[in-house]
């Protein structure tokens, strides 16, 4: 990657300062298969490599990155162990599994109601031809509010807790120390600049203990560091919470449960520790994603008129039984759409252009090594394949800056899923995955059936950012009232 990466990480945090990493690798993947960005981890750039490095029979492991990022327990998501690993994911899987969607439907339409409730109350006229928006027509953020949407139906699913983000229109939570006492702050500068920070200094591992605390002397890392303290809290709080009214004996359906007892009722005797850091990915992994798909996919859409119209079409036509009742609450129920494939393909082609986890998920190889695109590389060798690097190959995804949704159709639509890295792939793939599809439908479903939205400009973007997800900016938009051709010949 540069003269230096072989010797030093520090080629690499430079680039991570940049926001923008992935899409530097994609350039250089271009010319190179394998590019060694720091002493000891190699990316590749060629999708034959995701068998090897993240199937189902890769004896690779998840690498240092994740145990000296980690809190006092391991999580989900940043255990190394495989048994350890396993035994954390089957106590959670019913609690994710598709069978339970059905019983999480009700936490997530009751969110699109007030999501729904703050979008009525800041229609406007609808826009006229060829006109931009009045900027004070822009009232809606809609990437915050979406955050507010997935933040509220996490707790929800999760916790059993109304944080209430979409009726205060604002993200200001408790956090509790570990003495106890107890500070406000407001959730989403604390959940990102924690991610920030790490992307930004975490590369030399061994280092990174020591470079994170001493960082804080510098104002820029200072002002991380401090929210980074604010977001551990978060969950202590929330999960404190949650206790109180499991000790109170209220037996609520939710995932907490499901870390508590199994489904007989015996205790699965966590230790404490183990609970929170269960609860803090959850919070975490569960809603800054999610969130950041929703805001990509309706800016694809708006900046893409054509594909807009065709999925509103498909929406209309799939739900022409419905009289106007539906209209009161304006909720698209998941049954109705979930099979619609114009609506699926649009998700899924907005999650290849812009993965909300875009980087390379660094695996460590065995002890024995491995051979990797039939080259051997030694054990203990961390090695990783950029989901926005494979998702830009123009030999599986022609023209693949453009937002094509048709690609993701039929036969040819199902070919290319081992080449969809969006939610990783294999054993240490995202266990969330089906929720965020019941909500990023219910969601765009309800708002495409509902309004109409414009975006400031024809030629306005979206800002990106690349920390250890790839978070977008402010998405203000003007939104209105959709006249529907049934309504109009009705
Ligand atoms: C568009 C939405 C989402 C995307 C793009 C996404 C992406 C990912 C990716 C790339 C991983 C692998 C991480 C790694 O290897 O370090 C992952 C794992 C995970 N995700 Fe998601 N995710 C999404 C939604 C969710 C939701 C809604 C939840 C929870 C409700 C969730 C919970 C998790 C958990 C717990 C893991 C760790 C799984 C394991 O290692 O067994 N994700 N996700």
Redesign the pocket.
Known sequence: MHPLSGVSSIPFMVLAHGGARSTYLAKLHQKHPVIRISPNTLSYGDVRAIKDIYGHNSPCT?DESYVVTSGSHFH??DVIDKHD?ARK?KLLSSAYAIKNLEGWEHKVADKTVRLIKHFDTCCTAPLKPNTTPASEDLKVDYRAWTNFFTLDA?ADIGLSERLGFLGQGHDRVTGRRLDGTTYECDFRPALYQNARKQSLLVWPYAWYPFINKVANIIPFYGRMGKLAVEWDGIPIELSHRRLQRYRAGEKLDDFFQALMEDKNGHPNNLEWGEIVAEVS??MN??SA??AI?MTNVLYQLLKNPAMMQKVVEELDAALEDDDDDEDESGVVSYDKVKHLPYMRACLDES?RLF???PHG?PRETPAGGLNILGDYIPGGVSVAMS?FVAHRQESIYPNADKFIPERFLGEEGKSLQPYFL???AGA??????N??YLEQTVVLASVLRRYEFALKSKDWELERLETMNWLVGDMPVKVWRRERKSALSG
């Not at 240490?428 to 995955?433: F, H, T, V």
């Open positions: 998840k989900l998501a690993h994911r996490i990915i959850m992994a569960g994603t999610t798909a999650l993965p909300p986890t998920l989901a969006a939610f990783s240490r793939g995202c266990i969330g995955r929720i965020s």
